[in-house]
């Protein structure tokens, strides 16, 4: 079963390990295509898999897929609070065009 992001999000590190362990066993192809829309760095993860040849990979993986998961939400939050437009003043737009008229 294919999972959203916010899915994925709810899902505790067992379950989200069970989930990962599933797509290792019955559907691989599901898995690389959910860590590419997550955007893993395929190169970090064969790193790390590397690192700890005799840890659970379904536990590695799903720890580089939270870490992924909270720096998207961080980045996202960063960007919606900085990035967000005050209502334009009238009076000062009004100032404004006037100033640009007398040129």
Known sequence: MEKTFSEL???G???????INDCIQHDFNKLVQLLYRIDVS????KYILQLNPN??????IATVIVERLAATKAARA????ANK???P???????????????
């Open 13 to 19: 590190p067992s379950d989200l390990i069970i989930y």
């Open 55 to 60: 840890e659970d990979a379904a536990k590695l």
């Open 42 to 45: 395929e190169e970090k993860l």
């Open 9 to 11: 999000e709810q899902l």
């Open 78 to 81: 960063s960007f919606s609070t």
């Open 89 to 103: 003043d009238t009076v000062n737009n009004a100032q404004d065009e006037e100033e640009l008229e007398r040129f």
């Open 85 to 87: 437009i005050d209502a």
